[in-house]
């Protein structure tokens, strides 16, 4: 007699988690995909205007695109480099939506607590054996899944780092709010009105800061009495010009060199160790302060972009016994390969179920998630990641220790930089090979 088919229960229909659930149908197993936004790619949406560093041979999943295939999918053009819109529209959007995987993808369900069916944390004898119970909310109040295993893939989009210099949020950044925008907001775009001839300070020093300002230097030709403002919590601004001409990475080094031609030529106001803790109103004005309220440095300004990355949501995990790095909030064994500290743009080794699962039998990080706070994760990375626990799930132990994923000896960020409002991430080349394998993997950092 067949053994049952096994649920799982897949949090986040981001790219990963929908190539998660297109591995367990291959896998014959039973995969719901619960989404907290309306459609699949919520959080891609929310930078549908950026255009992305790897290019379509690297976004797309194996099992997914066997999927869309069966309908007919036009393949993009491997070669180009779509963005985050582009993304969805073409690849996420036909794959939630008009594939097999459609009956298997439940929006507008967000995922508000996970635990074990009939056992609280404390309780060990025959946890294992207990299905998980998934409560999610959606229009009709708070529904309950049961399922034999999870994977967390519900990505870091919704959980900014705050503008406080020191990860807590700044006294005054709720009660300003309305001044603040977080991540990678459209400023070229929908965002337009809101910039446009207004004095508009970006705290950061990631990739994302960097495209931001690039793009209000666009803005600022267009609309001139644009000004901007970079805060910088660092002594200087060199780390985010990369390395020029020796960049290990061509794209990082192009897009360095454009932004270091734009502030050392004095096209953005440079606030370099200003240690954000207070932000208040005068007048009309957001007067951000360095200090104290009272006294110290401050500068003042219209609007305020914070792009200081992201942070793990762990709040609906209370009951599920989980191991993380107590910095960086992911698995211990990637800390050390992931760290910022360490590493601006490394390289990791390829991973799956063995680095990913937790000390709960059968539940998993995968995707942005299961980076945590490092600002370095890369789409592909994650189609290998779930490719292996899904077979981990399915009880094929070769197939979730083979490593699969294989990227060329260039590393995968080789996109020009054609203009200045074009946006950037950052990847590094080729990783040493897990001992014994011969594929490799990369990390970027896109904070
Ligand atoms: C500006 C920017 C540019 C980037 N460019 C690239 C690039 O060029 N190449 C690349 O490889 N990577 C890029 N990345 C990284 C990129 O975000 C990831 O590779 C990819 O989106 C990760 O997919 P994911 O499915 O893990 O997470 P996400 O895309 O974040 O998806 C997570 C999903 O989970 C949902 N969710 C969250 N909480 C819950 C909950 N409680 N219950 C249910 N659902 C929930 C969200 O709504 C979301 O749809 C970029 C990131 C940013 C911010």
Redesign the pocket.
């Given at each position: 007699m067949s053994s049952p088919q096994k649920t799982v229960a897949i949090?986040?229909?981001?790219?990963?988690?929908?190539?998660a659930a297109a591995h367990a149908l291959g896998r014959d197993l039973r995969p719901v995909v619960?989404?907290?936004?309306d459609k699949?790619?919520?959080?891609?949406?929310?930078?549908s205007h950026?255009?992305?560093?790897?290019p379509w041979s690297?976004?797309v999943d194996k099992a997914a695109e066997a999927l869309l295939r069966e309908e007919g999918w036009n393949s993009p053009e491997p070669d180009r480099?779509p963005t985050?819109g582009e993304l969805v529209a073409q690849y996420l959007e036909p794959l939630a939506a008009r594939t097999k995987l459609s009956q298997h993808v439940q929006t507008n369900?967000?995922?508000?607590s996970v635990g074990r069916a009939g056992f609280d944390k404390v309780q060990t004898a025959g946890r294992e054996n207990a299905p998980f119970e998934i409560r999610?909310q959606n229009g009709k109040g708070t529904s309950t899944l049961h399922a034999d295993a999870v994977v967390n893939?519900?990505?870091?989009?919704?959980w900014p780092n705050p503008a406080g210099a020191n990860g807590l949020a700044a006294i005054g950044e709720a009660a300003n709010a309305k001044r603040i925008a977080y991540?990678?907001p459209d400023v070229l775009g929908a965002q337009r009105a809101r910039y446009a001839n207004r004095i508009v300070a970006v705290v950061g020093a990631g990739?994302?800061a960097v495209?931001t300002i690039l793009d209000l230097a666009q803005l600022e030709k267009e609309e001139p009495a644009t000004q901007i403002i970079w805060v910088l919590r660092g002594d200087t601004p060199d780390k985010s010009f990369g390395g020029g001409a020796n960049d290990q990475v061509t794209a990082r080094g192009e897009l360095g060199k454009v932004f270091a031609q734009l502030v050392q030529g004095g096209g953005v106001r440079v606030e370099t160790a200003f240690r954000l803790t207070h932000i208040t109103t005068i007048g009309d004005k957001l007067r951000l302060g360095a200090g104290s309220a009272c006294c110290g440095r401050y500068l003042e300004t219209d609007e305020l972009i914070v792009a200081t990355g992201?942070r793990p949501?762990l709040s609906?995990l209370r009951e599920v016994r989980t191991a993380l790095d107590s910095a960086l909030e992911c698995p211990p064994i990637l800390a050390p390969l992931i760290d910022p500290n360490l590493h601006s743009c490394g390289t990791v080794r390829p991973h799956g179920a063995r680095e990913l699962s937790q000390p709960e039998p059968g539940f998993y990080f995968?995707?942005?998630?299961?980076y945590g706070r490092a600002p370095t994760?890369?789409?592909?990375?994650?189609y290998e990641q779930v490719r292996s626990i899904v077979a981990d799930i399915a009880g094929d132990k070769a197939a979730a220790e083979r490593v699969e994923l294989v990227l060329p000896e260039t590393g995968?960020c080789r996109r020009p930089v054609t203009g200045t409002a074009e946006?950037e991430?950052c990847?590094g080349g080729p990783a040493p090979a897990r001992v014994g394998a011969s594929a490799r993997t990369i990390l970027?950092g896109?904070s």
């Open positions: 949090i986040g229909g981001g790219p990963v988690g929908l190539a619960l989404e907290a936004g699949a790619g919520q959080a891609v949406r929310q930078w950026v255009r992305m560093f790897s690297h976004n480099y985050g369900a967000r995922v508000v999610y893939a519900s990505g870091t989009w919704d991540g990678a990739h994302s495209g992201f949501d609906f995968a995707g942005m998630k299961s994760f890369l789409m592909m990375t994650g995968v946006r991430g990847c970027h896109q």
